[in-house]
Protein backbone atom coordinates (compact mmCIF):
# COMPACT_ATOMS: atom_id res chain seq x y z
CA UNK A 1 0.00 0.00 0.00
CA UNK A 2 1.35 3.60 -0.78
CA UNK A 3 1.54 6.00 1.89
CA UNK A 4 -0.40 8.60 0.81
CA UNK A 5 1.71 12.10 1.94
CA UNK A 6 -0.30 15.06 0.29
CA UNK A 7 -4.00 14.69 0.34
CA UNK A 8 -5.72 12.21 2.47
CA UNK A 9 -8.58 9.85 0.68
CA UNK A 10 -11.74 11.57 1.46
CA UNK A 11 -14.36 8.88 1.71
CA UNK A 12 -17.97 10.07 0.17
CA UNK A 13 -19.82 10.44 3.66
CA UNK A 14 -19.41 11.98 6.97
CA UNK A 15 -19.34 10.40 9.85
CA UNK A 16 -18.45 6.99 7.99
CA UNK A 17 -15.61 6.23 7.98
CA UNK A 18 -12.03 5.42 10.38
CA UNK A 19 -9.04 7.88 9.80
CA UNK A 20 -5.89 6.31 10.50
CA UNK A 21 -3.31 8.88 11.50
CA UNK A 22 0.25 7.41 11.28
CA UNK A 23 3.55 7.75 8.39
CA UNK A 24 4.87 4.54 9.15
CA UNK A 25 3.90 2.16 6.29
CA UNK A 26 3.85 -1.10 8.14
CA UNK A 27 1.23 0.27 10.58
CA UNK A 28 -1.01 1.88 7.89
CA UNK A 29 -0.94 -1.26 5.58
CA UNK A 30 -1.87 -3.14 9.23
CA UNK A 31 -4.37 -0.66 10.23
CA UNK A 32 -6.06 -0.11 6.71
CA UNK A 33 -6.23 -3.75 5.12
CA UNK A 34 -7.48 -5.31 8.68
CA UNK A 35 -10.34 -2.44 8.55
CA UNK A 36 -10.81 -2.44 5.02
CA UNK A 37 -11.15 -5.85 4.70
CA UNK A 38 -13.70 -5.58 7.98
CA UNK A 39 -15.96 -3.28 5.76
CA UNK A 40 -14.79 -0.08 6.88
CA UNK A 41 -14.40 3.06 4.62
CA UNK A 42 -11.04 4.81 5.40
CA UNK A 43 -9.12 7.73 5.34
CA UNK A 44 -5.58 8.46 6.07
CA UNK A 45 -3.32 11.60 7.37
CA UNK A 46 0.47 11.30 8.20
CA UNK A 47 0.39 13.84 10.36
CA UNK A 48 -1.40 15.93 13.21
CA UNK A 49 -2.29 19.36 11.20
CA UNK A 50 -3.55 17.11 7.93
CA UNK A 51 -5.60 15.09 10.74
CA UNK A 52 -6.72 18.14 12.26
CA UNK A 53 -7.71 19.72 8.64
CA UNK A 54 -9.12 15.81 7.68
CA UNK A 55 -11.41 16.22 10.44
CA UNK A 56 -12.84 19.94 9.76
CA UNK A 57 -13.48 18.67 6.33
CA UNK A 58 -15.35 15.61 6.95
CA UNK A 59 -16.08 14.23 10.38
CA UNK A 60 -14.53 10.54 10.54
CA UNK A 61 -16.34 8.25 13.22
CA UNK A 62 -13.39 7.05 14.78
CA UNK A 63 -9.80 8.14 14.50
CA UNK A 64 -6.37 6.04 15.24
CA UNK A 65 -4.01 8.20 16.46
CA UNK A 66 -0.29 7.33 16.26
CA UNK A 67 0.93 8.94 19.73
CA UNK A 68 4.70 8.54 18.64
CA UNK A 69 4.07 10.22 15.78
CA UNK A 70 7.53 11.84 15.08
CA UNK A 71 7.86 15.66 15.11
CA UNK A 72 4.68 16.76 16.37
CA UNK A 73 2.86 16.41 19.66
CA UNK A 74 0.05 13.72 19.39
CA UNK A 75 -1.34 15.15 22.68
CA UNK A 76 -1.89 18.40 21.23
CA UNK A 77 -3.53 17.29 18.04
CA UNK A 78 -5.59 15.31 20.78
CA UNK A 79 -6.42 18.23 22.46
CA UNK A 80 -7.64 20.70 19.58
CA UNK A 81 -10.24 17.80 18.70
CA UNK A 82 -11.57 17.06 22.14
CA UNK A 83 -11.43 20.87 22.40
CA UNK A 84 -14.05 21.77 19.55
CA UNK A 85 -17.50 20.78 20.26
CA UNK A 86 -17.80 19.72 16.69
CA UNK A 87 -15.19 17.35 16.79
CA UNK A 88 -14.98 16.38 20.37
CA UNK A 89 -17.31 13.43 20.55
CA UNK A 90 -15.45 11.71 17.93
CA UNK A 91 -13.79 8.66 19.71
CA UNK A 92 -9.78 8.20 19.77
CA UNK A 93 -7.92 5.48 20.25
CA UNK A 94 -3.93 5.90 20.16
CA UNK A 95 -1.69 3.48 18.84
CA UNK A 96 1.16 2.49 20.63
CA UNK A 97 4.67 0.57 21.58
CA UNK A 98 3.64 -1.63 24.41
CA UNK A 99 6.49 -0.59 25.89
CA UNK A 100 5.42 3.38 26.01
CA UNK A 101 1.91 2.42 27.50
CA UNK A 102 2.94 3.11 31.08
CA UNK A 103 3.71 6.71 29.76
CA UNK A 104 0.10 7.39 28.73
CA UNK A 105 -1.89 5.23 31.78
CA UNK A 106 -3.00 8.39 32.74
CA UNK A 107 -4.50 8.93 29.32
CA UNK A 108 -5.60 12.51 28.56
CA UNK A 109 -9.38 13.49 29.15
CA UNK A 110 -11.65 12.13 26.27
CA UNK A 111 -9.45 9.63 24.46
CA UNK A 112 -11.35 6.69 25.26
CA UNK A 113 -8.93 3.22 24.61
CA UNK A 114 -5.48 2.64 23.19
CA UNK A 115 -3.92 -0.28 21.69
CA UNK A 116 -0.56 -1.62 21.29
CA UNK A 117 2.24 -2.60 18.64
CA UNK A 118 2.40 -4.86 17.42
CA UNK A 119 -1.12 -4.73 16.44
CA UNK A 120 -3.96 -7.82 16.45
CA UNK A 121 -6.53 -7.90 14.12
CA UNK A 122 -9.22 -9.67 16.50
CA UNK A 123 -8.06 -7.04 19.15
CA UNK A 124 -8.20 -3.70 17.07
CA UNK A 125 -11.86 -4.75 15.17
CA UNK A 126 -13.05 -5.68 18.96
CA UNK A 127 -12.39 -2.57 20.16
CA UNK A 128 -13.13 -0.02 17.04
CA UNK A 129 -16.56 -1.78 16.95
CA UNK A 130 -17.28 -1.35 20.95
CA UNK A 131 -16.58 2.39 20.39
CA UNK A 132 -17.98 2.88 16.97
CA UNK A 133 -21.14 1.18 19.56
CA UNK A 134 -21.11 3.18 22.56
CA UNK A 135 -20.84 6.08 20.38
CA UNK A 136 -24.25 5.61 18.84
CA UNK A 137 -25.65 4.69 21.95
CA UNK A 138 -24.61 7.81 22.92
CA UNK A 139 -26.18 9.70 20.55
CA UNK A 140 -29.70 8.10 19.89
CA UNK A 141 -29.54 8.66 24.40
CA UNK A 142 -29.03 11.82 23.07
CA UNK A 143 -31.72 12.10 20.80
CA UNK A 144 -33.70 10.70 23.51
CA UNK A 145 -32.83 12.83 25.72
CA UNK A 146 -33.80 16.04 23.73
CA UNK A 147 -37.72 14.75 22.53
CA UNK A 148 -37.99 14.35 25.62
CA UNK A 149 -37.63 17.55 27.05
CA UNK A 150 -39.72 18.55 23.57
CA UNK A 151 -42.05 16.85 25.52
CA UNK A 152 -42.23 18.20 28.60
CA UNK A 153 -42.10 21.23 27.33
CA UNK A 154 -45.19 20.66 25.35
CA UNK A 155 -46.33 19.48 28.85
CA UNK A 156 -45.67 22.51 30.71
CA UNK A 157 -47.43 24.42 27.89
CA UNK A 158 -50.50 22.70 28.26
CA UNK A 159 -50.38 22.87 32.25
CA UNK A 160 -50.47 26.83 31.33
CA UNK A 161 -53.39 26.74 29.60
CA UNK A 162 -55.40 24.39 32.04
CA UNK A 163 -54.19 27.49 34.43
CA UNK A 164 -55.51 29.69 32.09
CA UNK A 165 -58.20 28.15 31.95
CA UNK A 166 -59.52 27.44 35.34
CA UNK A 167 -58.80 31.22 35.92
CA UNK A 168 -61.19 32.00 33.04
CA UNK A 169 -63.65 29.65 34.98
CA UNK A 170 -63.28 31.51 38.59
CA UNK A 171 -63.72 35.04 36.66
CA UNK A 172 -66.83 33.04 35.01
CA UNK A 173 -68.27 32.31 38.98
CA UNK A 174 -67.16 35.56 40.46
CA UNK A 175 -68.92 37.23 37.35
CA UNK A 176 -72.18 35.31 37.69
CA UNK A 177 -72.12 36.29 41.49
CA UNK A 178 -71.55 39.69 40.64
CA UNK A 179 -74.38 39.40 38.21
CA UNK A 180 -77.26 38.20 40.94
CA UNK A 181 -76.11 41.35 42.28
CA UNK A 182 -76.93 43.49 39.91
CA UNK A 183 -79.86 41.47 39.09
CA UNK A 184 -81.33 42.60 42.41
CA UNK A 185 -80.29 45.95 41.92
CA UNK A 186 -81.30 46.48 38.58
CA UNK A 187 -84.98 45.26 40.15
CA UNK A 188 -85.34 48.13 42.36
CA UNK A 189 -84.48 50.51 39.52
CA UNK A 190 -86.91 49.16 36.97
CA UNK A 191 -89.90 49.09 40.24
CA UNK A 192 -88.89 52.36 41.11
CA UNK A 193 -88.79 53.69 37.85
CA UNK A 194 -92.28 51.93 37.07
CA UNK A 195 -93.58 53.84 40.48
CA UNK A 196 -92.59 57.23 39.74
CA UNK A 197 -94.17 56.69 35.90
CA UNK A 198 -97.89 56.20 37.70
CA UNK A 199 -97.04 58.91 40.38
CA UNK A 200 -96.10 61.71 37.41
CA UNK A 201 -99.44 60.41 36.18
CA UNK A 202 -100.89 60.96 39.12
CA UNK A 203 -99.92 64.34 39.60
CA UNK A 204 -101.18 65.22 35.84
CA UNK A 205 -104.23 64.18 36.74
CA UNK A 206 -103.85 65.92 40.14
CA UNK A 207 -102.78 69.08 37.99
CA UNK A 208 -105.83 68.91 35.97
CA UNK A 209 -108.51 68.83 38.89
CA UNK A 210 -106.66 71.76 40.46
CA UNK A 211 -106.23 73.85 37.76
CA UNK A 212 -109.25 75.76 38.47
CA UNK A 213 -107.53 77.17 41.80
CA UNK A 214 -104.12 77.95 39.90
CA UNK A 215 -102.34 80.09 37.34
CA UNK A 216 -103.06 78.86 33.80
CA UNK A 217 -99.54 79.89 33.29
CA UNK A 218 -98.37 77.87 36.17
CA UNK A 219 -100.42 75.11 35.40
CA UNK A 220 -99.20 74.98 31.95
CA UNK A 221 -95.22 75.18 33.44
CA UNK A 222 -96.03 72.54 35.98
CA UNK A 223 -97.40 70.01 33.72
CA UNK A 224 -94.44 70.55 30.76
CA UNK A 225 -92.03 70.00 33.47
CA UNK A 226 -94.27 66.65 35.03
CA UNK A 227 -94.52 65.66 31.00
CA UNK A 228 -90.81 65.85 30.60
CA UNK A 229 -89.85 64.06 34.00
CA UNK A 230 -92.36 61.31 33.07
CA UNK A 231 -90.61 61.19 29.38
CA UNK A 232 -87.13 60.80 31.41
CA UNK A 233 -88.51 57.97 33.65
CA UNK A 234 -90.08 56.13 31.08
CA UNK A 235 -86.69 55.84 28.87
CA UNK A 236 -84.94 54.85 32.28
CA UNK A 237 -87.27 52.05 32.44
CA UNK A 238 -87.13 50.74 28.96
CA UNK A 239 -82.99 50.82 29.45
CA UNK A 240 -83.00 49.32 32.64
CA UNK A 241 -84.85 46.56 31.20
CA UNK A 242 -83.20 45.91 28.53
CA UNK A 243 -80.34 45.55 31.13
CA UNK A 244 -82.31 43.18 32.94
CA UNK A 245 -82.50 40.84 29.57
CA UNK A 246 -79.29 41.36 29.01
CA UNK A 247 -78.42 40.03 33.09
CA UNK A 248 -81.23 37.40 32.20
CA UNK A 249 -79.43 35.67 29.22
CA UNK A 250 -76.17 35.93 30.40
CA UNK A 251 -77.22 33.79 33.59
CA UNK A 252 -78.71 31.27 31.09
CA UNK A 253 -75.20 30.71 29.63
CA UNK A 254 -73.30 31.09 33.04
CA UNK A 255 -75.45 28.10 34.61
CA UNK A 256 -73.52 25.13 34.28
CA UNK A 257 -74.92 22.80 36.90
CA UNK A 258 -78.54 22.25 34.70
CA UNK A 259 -77.19 19.78 32.92
CA UNK A 260 -81.16 18.79 31.73
CA UNK A 261 -82.08 18.14 28.43
CA UNK A 262 -85.26 20.53 28.09
CA UNK A 263 -87.40 21.14 25.34
CA UNK A 264 -86.04 24.57 23.46
CA UNK A 265 -86.39 26.68 20.87
CA UNK A 266 -83.25 25.91 18.14
CA UNK A 267 -83.73 29.17 16.68
CA UNK A 268 -84.03 31.69 19.38
CA UNK A 269 -80.85 29.45 21.04
CA UNK A 270 -78.83 29.73 18.00
CA UNK A 271 -80.07 33.85 17.55
CA UNK A 272 -78.74 34.31 21.06
CA UNK A 273 -75.07 32.64 20.91
CA UNK A 274 -74.71 34.88 17.52
CA UNK A 275 -75.60 38.15 19.41
CA UNK A 276 -73.67 37.68 22.45
CA UNK A 277 -70.55 36.62 21.01
CA UNK A 278 -71.01 39.58 18.73
CA UNK A 279 -71.57 42.21 21.10
CA UNK A 280 -68.59 40.50 23.18
CA UNK A 281 -65.71 40.66 20.22
CA UNK A 282 -67.55 44.26 19.52
CA UNK A 283 -66.64 45.44 23.49
CA UNK A 284 -62.96 44.11 22.82
CA UNK A 285 -62.89 45.69 19.13
CA UNK A 286 -64.70 48.56 18.53
CA UNK A 287 -63.73 48.50 14.74
CA UNK A 288 -65.04 45.20 14.52
CA UNK A 289 -67.85 45.05 11.98
CA UNK A 290 -69.09 42.06 9.77
CA UNK A 291 -72.72 41.99 8.33
CA UNK A 292 -74.84 39.00 10.04
CA UNK A 293 -76.77 36.87 7.63
CA UNK A 294 -79.68 35.13 9.00
CA UNK A 295 -81.93 32.83 7.73
CA UNK A 296 -84.09 30.89 10.35
CA UNK A 297 -86.08 27.92 9.37
CA UNK A 298 -89.52 28.37 11.45
CA UNK A 299 -90.53 24.98 10.74
CA UNK A 300 -88.24 23.82 13.56
CA UNK A 301 -90.15 22.25 16.64
CA UNK A 302 -88.94 22.32 19.92
CA UNK A 303 -86.13 20.23 20.56
CA UNK A 304 -84.37 17.73 23.43
CA UNK A 305 -81.35 20.23 24.41
CA UNK A 306 -79.23 20.93 27.24
CA UNK A 307 -79.09 24.39 26.29
CA UNK A 308 -76.64 25.81 28.26
CA UNK A 309 -73.73 23.55 26.75
CA UNK A 310 -75.22 23.66 23.07
CA UNK A 311 -75.29 27.60 23.87
CA UNK A 312 -71.84 27.16 24.50
CA UNK A 313 -70.98 24.74 21.39
CA UNK A 314 -72.24 27.51 19.27
CA UNK A 315 -70.60 30.56 20.84
CA UNK A 316 -66.85 28.98 20.54
CA UNK A 317 -68.00 28.14 16.76
CA UNK A 318 -68.84 31.75 16.30
CA UNK A 319 -66.21 33.40 18.25
CA UNK A 320 -63.71 31.26 16.16
CA UNK A 321 -65.67 32.61 12.88
CA UNK A 322 -65.07 36.47 14.13
CA UNK A 323 -61.62 35.70 14.80
CA UNK A 324 -61.22 34.29 11.29
CA UNK A 325 -62.79 37.34 9.74
CA UNK A 326 -60.93 39.39 11.76
CA UNK A 327 -57.78 38.18 10.96
CA UNK A 328 -58.49 38.16 7.40
CA UNK A 329 -59.83 41.85 7.68
CA UNK A 330 -56.30 43.12 9.51
CA UNK A 331 -54.04 41.06 6.70
CA UNK A 332 -55.59 42.69 4.04
CA UNK A 333 -55.63 46.10 5.85
CA UNK A 334 -51.87 45.77 6.21
CA UNK A 335 -51.56 45.18 2.34
CA UNK A 336 -53.03 48.40 2.17
CA UNK A 337 -56.79 49.71 1.35
CA UNK A 338 -57.25 48.53 -2.12
CA UNK A 339 -58.36 44.67 -1.14
CA UNK A 340 -59.39 45.96 2.07
CA UNK A 341 -62.06 48.26 0.54
CA UNK A 342 -63.48 44.93 -1.54
CA UNK A 343 -63.62 42.55 1.48
CA UNK A 344 -66.79 41.84 3.17
CA UNK A 345 -66.68 40.32 6.44
CA UNK A 346 -69.52 38.09 6.49
CA UNK A 347 -71.69 35.76 8.70
CA UNK A 348 -73.84 33.28 7.75
CA UNK A 349 -76.27 31.58 10.47
CA UNK A 350 -78.56 29.41 9.11
CA UNK A 351 -81.09 26.38 10.10
CA UNK A 352 -82.91 24.18 8.52
CA UNK A 353 -85.77 21.29 9.14
CA UNK A 354 -84.75 18.01 7.24
CA UNK A 355 -87.45 15.60 8.71
CA UNK A 356 -85.51 13.36 11.13
CA UNK A 357 -82.86 15.89 11.41
CA UNK A 358 -82.21 19.50 12.38
CA UNK A 359 -79.61 21.28 10.48
CA UNK A 360 -77.68 24.26 11.37
CA UNK A 361 -74.88 25.88 9.14
CA UNK A 362 -72.32 28.76 10.62
CA UNK A 363 -70.27 29.81 8.05
CA UNK A 364 -67.76 33.08 7.65
CA UNK A 365 -65.85 34.29 5.22
CA UNK A 366 -62.61 34.43 6.77
CA UNK A 367 -58.79 33.24 6.34
CA UNK A 368 -59.97 29.34 6.18
CA UNK A 369 -58.48 25.90 7.60
CA UNK A 370 -56.09 24.50 5.26
CA UNK A 371 -56.41 20.64 4.91
CA UNK A 372 -53.28 19.89 7.00
CA UNK A 373 -54.88 21.71 9.88
CA UNK A 374 -58.41 20.50 9.44
CA UNK A 375 -57.43 17.32 10.85
CA UNK A 376 -56.55 18.66 13.87
CA UNK A 377 -58.59 21.40 15.06
CA UNK A 378 -60.90 19.13 17.11
CA UNK A 379 -57.94 18.05 19.57
CA UNK A 380 -57.66 19.38 22.62
CA UNK A 381 -55.10 22.42 23.34
CA UNK A 382 -54.29 22.72 18.96
CA UNK A 383 -54.55 26.36 18.50
CA UNK A 384 -52.99 28.90 15.61
CA UNK A 385 -53.38 31.96 18.10
CA UNK A 386 -50.90 33.57 20.44
CA UNK A 387 -51.05 32.81 23.99
CA UNK A 388 -53.71 34.48 25.39
CA UNK A 389 -55.83 34.46 22.87
CA UNK A 390 -56.64 31.02 22.18
CA UNK A 391 -56.34 27.85 24.52
CA UNK A 392 -57.27 25.42 21.45
CA UNK A 393 -59.99 23.85 24.22
CA UNK A 394 -63.43 25.16 22.41
CA UNK A 395 -63.64 22.83 19.42
CA UNK A 396 -62.73 19.74 21.34
CA UNK A 397 -65.48 21.31 23.93
CA UNK A 398 -67.77 21.72 20.79
CA UNK A 399 -67.28 18.41 19.50
CA UNK A 400 -68.03 16.64 22.96
CA UNK A 401 -71.33 18.23 23.57
CA UNK A 402 -72.50 18.34 20.03
CA UNK A 403 -71.31 14.47 19.53
CA UNK A 404 -71.12 12.85 22.28
CA UNK A 405 -73.85 14.75 24.51
CA UNK A 406 -76.81 15.71 21.80
CA UNK A 407 -75.82 12.40 20.01
CA UNK A 408 -75.67 15.15 16.84
CA UNK A 409 -73.17 15.62 14.07
CA UNK A 410 -70.50 17.80 13.93
CA UNK A 411 -68.90 18.43 10.09
CA UNK A 412 -66.24 20.55 8.79
CA UNK A 413 -65.95 22.32 5.36
CA UNK A 414 -63.36 25.03 4.42
CA UNK A 415 -61.52 26.76 1.50
CA UNK A 416 -58.25 28.38 3.11
CA UNK A 417 -58.64 32.18 2.35
CA UNK A 418 -62.33 31.91 1.17
CA UNK A 419 -64.58 30.37 3.91
CA UNK A 420 -65.03 28.32 6.84
CA UNK A 421 -68.63 26.07 7.17
CA UNK A 422 -69.38 24.15 10.31
CA UNK A 423 -72.11 21.80 10.01
CA UNK A 424 -74.25 20.47 12.91
CA UNK A 425 -76.96 18.28 12.79
CA UNK A 426 -79.10 17.47 15.68
CA UNK A 427 -81.88 14.69 15.78
CA UNK A 428 -85.33 16.31 16.13
CA UNK A 429 -87.95 14.70 17.66
CA UNK A 430 -89.99 11.74 16.05
N1 LIG B 1 -63.84 29.58 11.50
C1 LIG B 1 -62.53 29.31 11.53
N2 LIG B 1 -61.69 29.81 10.59
C2 LIG B 1 -60.37 29.54 10.61
N3 LIG B 1 -59.77 28.76 11.54
C3 LIG B 1 -60.53 28.21 12.49
C4 LIG B 1 -61.94 28.46 12.54
N4 LIG B 1 -62.44 27.77 13.59
C5 LIG B 1 -61.39 27.14 14.18
N5 LIG B 1 -60.24 27.39 13.52
C6 LIG B 1 -58.91 26.86 13.84
O1 LIG B 1 -59.05 25.85 14.82
C7 LIG B 1 -58.19 26.10 15.92
C8 LIG B 1 -58.78 25.51 17.18
O2 LIG B 1 -59.96 26.18 17.56
P1 LIG B 1 -60.45 26.08 19.06
O3 LIG B 1 -60.47 24.65 19.49
O4 LIG B 1 -61.70 26.85 19.20
O5 LIG B 1 -59.28 26.77 19.88
P2 LIG B 1 -58.84 28.31 19.91
O6 LIG B 1 -59.97 29.13 19.37
O7 LIG B 1 -58.59 28.57 21.37
O8 LIG B 1 -57.61 28.40 19.08
C9 LIG B 1 -58.02 27.60 15.92
O9 LIG B 1 -56.84 28.00 16.56
C10 LIG B 1 -57.99 27.90 14.42
O10 LIG B 1 -56.72 27.65 13.89
MG1 LIG C 1 -62.02 28.90 19.85
Known amino acids: MEIPNQEPMIPSQAGQYILIVDDNSTNLNFLSRTLTNAGWEIAVATNGAMAIQQVKNNPPALILLDVMLPGSDQLETCKKLKANPDTQDIPIIFTLLSEAVAQFTNLPLGVVDYITKPFESEELLARVRVHLEVRSLTKSLEEKK ?12 AQKQIMAQEKLATIGALTAGVI ?32 ENLETEAVDHIKES ?82 SELSRAFINIIDNACYAIRLKQKYYQEQGNKKSSKFNP ?85
Open 180 to 211: HELKNSLNFVNNYAQGSVELSDELLEEIDNQS
Open 346 to 430: KLWVKTQNLGEVVEVRIRDNGIGIPAEIQKKIFQPFYTTKPTGEGTGLGLSLTYEIIVDQHRGILQLDSQPGVYTEFIIRLLAPS
Open 146 to 157: QELSATMQKLQA
Open 226 to 307: LNELRENVVVMNQQGQRAESIIQNMLMQARTDDNQFQLTDLNSLLDQAVRLTYQSRRAQDNRFNIKINTDYDDSIEPLELIS
